[in-house]
């Protein structure tokens, strides 16, 4: 049992350690062997270059410290290693402010976004902050392509769609003057279970007369384009399709729409991709119902405008398109019918700046649910970053329209965004750390749908400066085996010491140790250390303030004096168990003040006059005075008192002295005022003043203030208005007696009824008990007489006996 306790004890002990280390110093915790090192541990810490900096027995990682801990153990500030990261500004092309109507730009001459490169240095801890600003241009490109299922279900859609291009371009021009449209098709994958492969079949793939064309997996009609009667035109020679099951192989044309930019024509502006549709979707892993095993590659794959590998790569997963959405900045607008909007909603979820709009059976609503899809999309711009390096982080802060100001993942966006609006965004990036290769790292930021992004090189600190000046194989680093860089040395592979003088393999031997013993004693560096290469190194405590220093370890910074639970009195310093104290402070525990402010009385002498200054707390002499300046006389008359009846008689003619007033009490000059507000107030003056208030016979206070001016003369001000107490006010109490009278009647009233209500119980109880004792038949009443009377004739019977 108390071996098991012994072992619990143990472990606890080293998570105390534990925690107490993590909690601590970084900078000490990090147990740094040289500079670089050293910053990388955290923004506060930095590395004292001074040769001369380290006591005997303290490690090379003790250079490495916080700041104004490195100060308070006598590191100059000069020679303290501390970059910081810094950030420049590479292109800010200002956003463009134009309106519909103005000269025609160029979408590569349209900017929306500020700044568009930067380049930061990063230390590690340290963020990097600056300002992204965002502004919707007005009458900004528009490519729309509209991507339509043409199974046989969607067959009265496609008669809708035919005069979609002239009816668009109308409606879109309130919106930009630069639109361009594009038109795609899709079915199914051409093979089998998804499509019938039946010679007749693949010729005619509907039932019955209905003349449809033959099953294709995507096809790219009309690359994006001004005409759009052309779109009327190319639509119209479209015929329907047909496939066996009820999901649709739309994935792999949404693929090929996003991934071949050339055959779409795509531009650098605004990119708007509508999936018309009545169906469900084929995704990752229903391709092996019909063979095919390979995954989707990502890759455009159109021959003469047709998707040419459905039969050999699988559907794209949901994450595979998004990611190629956003790589190709293609907002997707859903047109579904009411039966699918659940699953396409869902869909939407996944996919950053898509939007769902309902379908009618025959698409005739289809102009009304792209524009409001598109006020949706534009209204709503959200940041997205590309890869992180490793230990890299970056923090959001959103500044929206009307004030609004979120942070966290809500702070990557903003809301109801109209044209012309200009919002900011603030953008930190911290590094923990340096990258394993420290190479310059380059990352980028863009709004999701748009083209336009902010280009972020990130150079990393991870060595000092002082590094630069390093001396290899110096003779200081004990003939050339080490580095002399930052004021120590970096020791070359096996060899370690404070001057890299000892082979690793020979740290350990007993010679070495016996010049680790004080006085030929037996403990090795006073068992606070370890001893490496014949020198002491010592060992570091739980709390990373507390250090072992000394030729032996013998030192420490931690068991000094100590005056209110605080080493040295928080005065001073612990330096090999002395307190070397701060200046005006003495003593063994720094807890004594040299300083007598704290002794100065307010007449400006020492302790009054009356006492001695010790340690800053005056000692009184004369035993009358009392108080921390010997201010305090309890058994003196009060100055009030002393001058109460010269005031009286001078300013209000009353009092004992006023026969005497002008022969006794001239010794002041008198300053009336109006009001108590107007009397002089202590740290108004120069010289210290006393307030009075004092009462005269009539029961009357007047108040005053005496003090002696810097000239030596007596002054009094005092307030010439007499403050008498009123009369009483006759009606509360004539009205608090009369109410204290009823609330008396009616208390005893109370009582009265009270005691009648317990008189009565105890009468029915004694009834009930005498009932109880009743000797008679519960069943009869004693005192009852029957109504009914018996006769007897006495005839009766003779006459009987005569017959």
């Known amino acids: 049992m108390d071996l098991k306790l012994l072992l619990i004890a143990t472990l606890l002990g080293v998570i105390c350690r534990g925690n107490a280390q993590k909690e601590g110093n970084e900078c000490i915790n990090a147990n740094a062997k040289y500079c670089g090192e050293c910053i990388q541990a955290g923004a506060k810490c930095g590395w004292c270059k001074d040769p001369d900096f380290l006591k005997q027995g303290e490690t090379v990682s003790t ?5 104004q801990s490195l100060i308070n153990r006598g590191c100059d500030n000069a020679m303290i290693e501390n970059p910081h990261g810094e950030q420049k500004t590479l292109k800010n092309k200002t956003v463009t402010h134009r309106r519909k109507g103005a000269e025609k730009l160029k979408p590569e001459d349209i900017t929306q976004i500020q700044p568009q490169k930067l380049s930061l240095t990063l230390r590690s801890g340290e963020p990097q902050s600056f300002n992204l600003k965002f502004k919707r241009a007005e009458d900004y490109p528009i490519d729309m392509y509209y991507l339509m299922d043409l199974s046989y279900s969607m067959k009265d859609d496609l008669e809708n769609v035919k005069n979609l291009g002239t009816s668009l371009m109308l409606e879109m021009s309130k919106i930009t003057s630069d639109f361009r449209i594009g038109f795609g098709s899709f079915v199914e994958k051409t093979v089998m279970p998804y499509i019938s492969t039946t010679p007749a079949k693949l010729l005619n793939p509907c039932t019955g007369d209905q003349n449809c064309t033959s099953p294709f997996s995507y096809k790219n009609v009309l690359k994006l384009t001004s005409d759009g009667k052309k779109f009327n035109t190319l639509v119209g020679q479209q015929h329907i399709s047909g496939n066996l099951d009820s999901p649709e192989g739309g994935f792999d044309a949404i693929m090929q729409v996003a991934v071949c930019g050339d055959h779409i024509g795509w531009r650098n502006v605004t990119r708007l991709l509508v999936f018309s549709t009545d169906a469900g979707f084929h995704f990752a892993g229903d391709g092996k119902l019909g063979g095919i095993v390979l995954p989707n590659d990502g890759k455009c794959h159109l021959e003469n405008n047709a998707y040419t590998m459905s039969h050999y790569y699988d559907y794209p997963s949901i994450a595979h398109l998004v990611q190629k959405l956003s790589d190709n900045n293609i907002q997707t607008i859903f047109a579904v019918t009411e039966e699918f909007q659940p699953v396409y909603q869902e869909l939407k979820n996944l ?18 649910l792209i524009i409001d899809a598109y006020n949706s999309l534009s209204s ?22 009307n004030g609004v100001v979120s942070e966290g993942e809500s702070g990557r966006r903003c809301s109801n965004i109209s ?16 990258p394993k290769q420290g190479k310059p790292e380059i990352i980028k930021i863009k709004p999701l749908g748009f083209t336009e992004e902010v280009e972020i090189i990130l150079n990393f600190i991870c060595e ?3 590094n630069k000046d390093g001396i290899k194989n110096s003779p200081l680093c004990h003939f050339g085996n080490g580095t002399y860089e930052c004021g120590a040395c970096k020791c070359n592979e096996g060899r370690v010491g404070r001057q890299c003088e000892c082979s690793s393999n020979d740290v350990a031997t007993e010679d070495m140790d016996r010049t680790c013993r004080k006085d030929n004693g037996t403990d090795i560096c006073s068992n606070n250390g370890e001893c490496v290469c014949g020198t ?32 040295c009195g928080g005065h001073g310093r612990c330096e090999c168990r002395v307190c070397v104290c701060d200046p005006m402070w003495t003593e063994s525990a720094c807890d004594c003040s040299l300083d007598n402010s704290t002794c100065m009385a307010s007449n400006k002498q020492i302790c009054n006059g009356r006492g001695t200054c010790e340690c800053g707390t005056c000692k009184c002499t004369d035993l009358k005075f009392q108080g921390p300046t010997c201010e305090t006389c309890p058994t003196c008359p009060g100055v009030c008192t002393e001058h109460k009846e010269c005031v009286q008689c001078r300013a209000f003619g009353t009092g004992e002295k006023k026969e005497t007033c002008e022969r006794d009490c001239s010794y002041f000059n008198l300053i009336k005022v109006k009001e108590r507000d107007k009397l002089p107030q202590p740290n108004d003056a120069t010289y210290p003043v006393m307030h009075c208030k004092e009462r005269d016979a009539n029961d009357c206070w007047f108040y005053y203030t005496y003090a002696v001016n810097n000239n030596t003369e007596k002054e009094v001000h005092v307030v010439d208005m ?21 609330l008396i009647g009616l208390a005893l009233l109370l009582i009265w009824k009270l005691l009648m209500i317990i008189h009565d119980r105890r009468e029915f109880a004694k ?20 109504p009914v009377n018996q006769f007897q004739n006495p005839q009766y019977g003779r006459k009987a006996d005569a017959l």
């Open 767 to 786: 009834f009930e008990k005498e009932k109880m004792n009743a000797k008679w038949d519960t069943q009869e009443n004693p005192i009852y007489k029957s």
């Open 380 to 401: 709503e711009v959200i940041l997205e970053n590309s890869k992180l390096p490793e230990g890299v982080t970056i923090a959001y802060t959103s500044r929206c329209k």
């Open 464 to 466: 000092c400066e002082c």
């Open 63 to 67: 250079r490495c410290d916080e700041l």
């Open 722 to 742: 007499l403050d008498c107490p009123a009369g009483p006010d006759i009606i509360p109490i004539v009205a608090g007696v009369v109410a204290g009278i009823v």
């Open 419 to 434: 044209i012309g609006d200009e919002v900011l965004f603030s953008i930190s990036v911290t590094s923990k750390g340096c």
């Open 536 to 567: 002491c190194e010592c060992k570091k405590r739980d709390k990373p303030e507390e250090r072992y220093s000394g030729l032996y370890c013998e030192c420490d910074n931690f068991n000094c004096d100590r005056s209110g639970n605080k080493l």
């Open 351 to 368: 996919i950053p700046k898509s939007a769902v709009g309902t379908l009618s059976a025959n698409s005739s609503n289809v102009i009304n």
